[in-house]
């Protein structure tokens, strides 16, 4: 199993563009997250889908878009990136949504916005 | 709210124990600790559960106090592979289920 994967690895944007963080698993888990990770600050929760076709926002949800059409893929959209969104963002997936279960982070991006 | 973790740096020489706190001001439905070695992703060591179930390392060792919502992550024996920045992840009451909330971390440094 390759676990919970992220792509790119690295990323650089202009302040207005567009992009979108990819996040895969091949685990089978219910449950996947988008966190993003400042100097300082731990890592602080964007959204999470508890299934396909569910999401809901999580702590810092503003600038971001998500959705979950199949139970492996879960893609992270910046509508328009800011500097305030330069940050290393990583994916993690439980095996359920229910509480007490392991998260399996992704090896994370990267994000630098000029 | 994020809880708060102490302290936020220890350095150690190989062999001695530290103890790093995590402190939340709501009830805890679980606590969970990870580390994170520079520049790659957080690695879940443990999970503690209210009612008293763990799970996680065999050898790392926690508490966690349900009357002071407090859990202590025990670092015996320190080894370098310690090295690294520690965090704790809280889980609230069951409609948190899954939201992990994290402290800002503890970054442990362990010298020959």
């Known amino acids: 199993n390759a676990g919970v994967t992220q792509t790119p690895k690295f990323q650089v944007l202009k302040t207005g563009q567009s992009m979108t963080l990819q996040c895969a698993q091949d685990?089978?888990?219910?449950?996947m997250s988008w966190y993003r990770q400042d100097p300082g600050m731990g890592l602080r929760l964007i959204h999470y889908?508890?299934?396909?076709?569910?999401?809901d926002q999580g702590e810092v949800p503003n600038g971001y878009n998500v959705s979950r059409s199949t139970t492996e893929d879960f893609p992270l959209r910046l509508l328009s990136a800011a500097p305030s969104q330069t940050s290393v963002y990583f994916c993690a997936s439980s095996y359920s949504w229910q509480g007490g279960e392991t998260q399996y982070f992704g090896p994370g991006t990267r994000l630098l916005v000029l | 709210q994020q809880p708060v973790q102490s302290p936020q740096a220890v350095i150690l020489r190989e062999g001695e124990d530290a103890v790093i706190n995590c402190s939340s001001s709501k009830a805890l439905y679980s606590v969970h600790w990870y580390r994170q070695k520079h520049g790659e992703a957080p690695v879940f060591l443990m999970i503690?559960?209210?009612?008293?179930e763990q799970k996680g390392h065999d050898k790392i060792s926690a508490s966690f106090n349900e009357k002071k919502q407090q859990s202590s992550l025990y670092l015996t024996a320190s080894q370098l592979s310690y090295s690294g920045t520690y965090f704790c992840g809280t889980e609230r009451t069951t409609d948190s289920w899954g939201k992990l909330q994290f402290g800002a971390g503890t970054q442990v440094v362990v010298t020959p």
């Open positions: 685990m089978n888990h219910e449950y």
């Open positions: 889908s508890v299934g396909a076709g569910i999401t």
């Open positions: 503690l559960l209210k009612g008293g």
